[in-house]
């Protein structure tokens, strides 16, 4: 999570199919990103500047790998 300083975040995005108010809030903060899910806004996922790139980057060139479940 950012420090103290940086408490705001720079931009925030709601996914736009959301289904009864349950929709995923992405955050950019200077040096991190955060992930969240609506319905629970205190618990969120965090990234780094590289690591959210990175999984952007798959996405764009589908060669995300999940494990098997």
């Known amino acids: 999570m950012e420090n103290a300083r940086n408490i705001r975040p720079i931009w925030t ?3 736009s199919r959301c289904q009864n108010d ?3 809030d992405v955050s950019r903060y ?3 990103v955060q ?5 629970t806004p205190d618990v969120t996922l965090s990234f780094t500047d590289g690591s959210w790139r990175t999984f952007l980057q798959a996405l764009g060139n589908n060669t995300l790998q999940l494990p098997n479940t």
């Open 30 to 32: 200077p040096t991190s």
């Open 13 to 15: 995005r709601r996914s």
């Open 22 to 24: 349950h929709c995923v």
């Open 35 to 39: 992930v969240c899910n609506s319905v």
